[in-house]
């Protein structure tokens, strides 16, 4: 028997104003899956970020005002499925990676096995606040569908097509993750969380950091409110 044939892989970059570092992870990206499209969904960045990542050979999807990161990678997913190019596996991740973007391919591999929608662990933690957002983003999986998970909120995942437009569209804002989340998991798909060696750039405890995790509190919210509905 020859070895099974690596999947054709076609990834989205979650972005916004990440002209600083966004270089590094598409080239991190680009040297793990050599000749995967991979497709940068912008959120009217105020940045370089759009012409950077061009220079960088990405497809860049953005528009002229924020949708916030639910609607913009929406967005992005629906144009790369329309490409003729039909990719056997979808990785989304974000831009501020860095190098660390290599080692997805963890995620990518875990496909292979008894999983249709695997998500990346932190295997080591950087920064962040008080664990507010992500035990809300727990809490709301845990009701909606059983399911316990340790990185509700992380943005690192690999699906099967399929999946993927199951799941679509996400939900707005911040609320991605959580949503995506609750639906894979009602509409059946298996779900796996991969221990990875991935770091990023943490918000911290600063104003800042706290509006942005206030921000991802509010997209959690209304992400749970609306399946609860359902």
């Known amino acids: 028997m020859g070895a099974e044939p690596e999947p054709r892989v076609a990834i989205v970059v979650a972005a916004r104003n990440e002209a600083e570092g966004i270089a590094t992870t598409l080239d991190a990206l680009a040297g793990a899956f050599p000749g995967a499209p991979i497709w940068v969904a912008d959120d009217a960045s105020t940045d370089e970020t ?42 989304l991740c974000d831009a501020d990676l860095g190098e660390s973007a290599r080692q997805l391919t963890g995620l990518v591999d875990a496909l292979r096995g008894d999983c249709d929608l695997a998500i990346a662990v ?28 340790r990185a509700p909120i992380s943005g690192q995942r690999a699906m099967r097509p399929e999946v993927l437009r199951d799941v679509l569209p996400f939900a707005a804002g911040f609320g991605m993750e959580t949503g995506m989340t609750i639906d894979a998991v ?45």
Do not use: Y
């Not at 932190?122 to 316990?148: K, M, N, P, Q, Y």
């Not at 798909?189 to 800042?208: F, Q």
């Open 50 to 91: 759009a012409p950077i990542a061009m220079q960088h050979g990405a497809r860049v999807v953005s528009r002229g005002r924020s949708h916030g990161k639910g609607g913009n990678v929406t967005a992005t997913c629906e144009a790369m499925l329309s490409d003729p190019e039909r990719a056997d596996v979808v990785l």
């Open 122 to 149: 932190f295997a080591r933690r950087v920064g962040g606040g008080l664990g507010i957002a992500v035990g809300s983003a727990r809490w709301a999986i845990r009701r909606a569908t059983g399911r316990e998970m």
């Open 186 to 230: 009602r509409a059946g798909a298996r779900v796996a969380e991969i221990d990875l060696d991935l770091s990023h750039r943490a918000t911290g405890k600063t104003l800042a950091g706290f509006a942005h995790r206030g921000r991802q509190l509010r997209d959690i919210a209304a992400a749970w409110a609306a399946r609860r509905r359902e």
